[in-house]
C-alpha cells in the first residue's frame, strides 16, 4: 500500500511563528504536492514538485514556501503564520507519467491563534 | 477556463436511494476526471475516474456519466448505504497530472 504521512494530525501556533509541515512518501513517486481545503473552496494547490530540488507554484503560494531535498519528503514552511492560514493541509503524491491517481496524506489541522 | 464546478455542496438522501453529484467544466482540453471520496479525518481517496472516450463508467454501485457536448459529468451512487456518507470531490485535469482541478466537494449524508 501506497503511503502518505505527515508528521502532524494537529497544530497550534501563533501568529508571526515560523511552521513546518512535513509530508512523507514510501513509494517513490516522483511529484508530490500541498493543498488547502476549506470548507466550500474545495482542494487548493499551494505548491507541487515533480523532482528533487524542484518546485512550482500553485494557484496561492503566497505566504508559503516549500522544500524538497529528497525524493521522498516534501516540506511546507509558513514564513510568518497568520490567523488566514488556519486551515486543513493535505500532502499528496503521484507516480510520474499521465492521469495517475494521487494519494493523499491524512492531513494536518492547523490553527493559528 | 480552468474551473470545475460542483453541485450540490450538501446532499441528504435516504438509505437504498440513488445520490446524485453533478460537474461541469469549461475547458474542453481536459482528458481525465475523476472522482474522489473523504471521510472525515482522512484524506480523499480515488474512487472512481472517466476519459471523454466513453459516455459512462460503472464500478460496483458507483457509475460516472460523461456528456462531452455538454461539458458536464456526473457520479451516481446507487442503493446508498449509511458507509458511503463522505465528501465527494470531482476533479479534471489535461495530459499532465500535475494540476488537477477540483470541484468544491459535496458532503453526502446517507440517512438510515
Known amino acids: 500500500d501506497v503511503k502518505v504521512t505527515q508528521s502532524s494530525r494537529y497544530l497550534v501556533k501563533r501568529t508571526g511563528e515560523k511552521v513546518f509541515l512535513e509530508c512523507v512518501q514510501d513509494?517513490?513517486?516522483?511529484?508530490m504536492f500541498w493543498y488547502r481545503q476549506d470548507p466550500g473552496l474545495g482542494l487548493r494547490l499551494i505548491y507541487f514538485?515533480?523532482?528533487?530540488?524542484?518546485?512550482e507554484k500553485g494557484d496561492i503560494p503566497e505566504g508559503y514556501s516549500v522544500s524538497r531535498e529528497k525524493k521522498e519528503r516534501f516540506s511546507l514552511i509558513l514564513e510568518s503564520a497568520s490567523t488566514n492560514q488556519t486551515s486543513m493541509y493535505l500532502c499528496?503524491?503521484?507516480?510520474?507519467?499521465?492521469?495517475?491517481?494521487?494519494?493523499f496524506g491524512q492531513g494536518t489541522r492547523l490553527t493559528v491563534v | 477556463q480552468q474551473q470545475v464546478k460542483q453541485s450540490p455542496q450538501s446532499l441528504i438522501v435516504q438509505k437504498g436511494g440513488i445520490s446524485i453529484i453533478n460537474c461541469a467544466y469549461e475547458?474542453?482540453?481536459?482528458?481525465?476526471f475523476p472522482w474522489y471520496q473523504q471521510f472525515p479525518g482522512k484524506g480523499p481517496a480515488l474512487l472512481i475516474a472517466?476519459?471523454?472516450d466513453v459516455s459512462e463508467k460503472k464500478e460496483g454501485r458507483f457509475t460516472i456519466s460523461f456528456n462531452k457536448s455538454a461539458k458536464q459529468f456526473s457520479l451516481h451512487i446507487m442503493d446508498s448505504q449509511p458507509g458511503d456518507s463522505a465528501t465527494y470531490f470531482c476533479?479534471?485535469?489535461?495530459?499532465?497530472?500535475?494540476?488537477?482541478?477540483w470541484g468544491a466537494g459535496t458532503k453526502l449524508i446517507i440517512k438510515p
Open positions: 499528496a503524491s503521484t507516480p510520474g507519467g499521465v492521469n495517475t491517481e494521487a494519494f
Open positions: 513509494m517513490d513517486h516522483e511529484n
Open positions: 514538485s515533480y523532482d528533487v530540488k524542484m518546485k
Open positions: 475547458n474542453t482540453a481536459f482528458d481525465y
Open positions: 472517466i476519459r471523454p
Open positions: 476533479a479534471a485535469s489535461k495530459g499532465s497530472n500535475y494540476q488537477l482541478i
